[in-house]
């Protein structure tokens, strides 16, 4: 059995869980593990059901899908996702709108894939 889960980065308390099912990944349980904590903020009372804003989902390069990206932006959420190469021209679009500095060749890299 496979778990998905949001938390909440500095508490570290987890928000929200899904069990993913066996015919699929957990790209697909994006939406609906949302969905559910977008539900349970509006039964306490600090938004309505299906709004996102307030939200910043942050993940790995597994989540970088246009079609989840859509949903949470058009319902308000916002997203920092790590992109790399299963993202190849993604990646190319962005490293071309951030140039490296010059002199960062005498600098360590920070992350490398």
Do not use: C
């Not at 993940?59 to 993202?87: C, M, S, W």
């Amino acid at each position: 059995m496979k778990l998905f889960s949001a938390l909440v980065h500095g508490e570290g308390v987890i928000v929200g869980q899904r069990k993913v099912p066996q015919d699929t990944t957990e790209v697909t349980q994006v939406m609906p593990l949302l969905d559910d904590i977008g539900a349970a903020r509006a039964a306490a009372g600090t938004g309505t059901v299906g709004d996102l804003s307030h939200i910043v989902v942050t993940a790995d390069a597994l989540h970088v899908h246009r079609n989840n990206i859509q949903q949470l932006t058009d319902r308000g959420g916002e997203y920092v996702l790590t992109v790399k190469g299963n993202q190849p021209t993604l990646e190319r679009d962005i490293a071309a709108l951030f140039p490296s500095p010059v002199g960062a060749e005498d600098f360590p890299a920070h992350h490398t894939t």
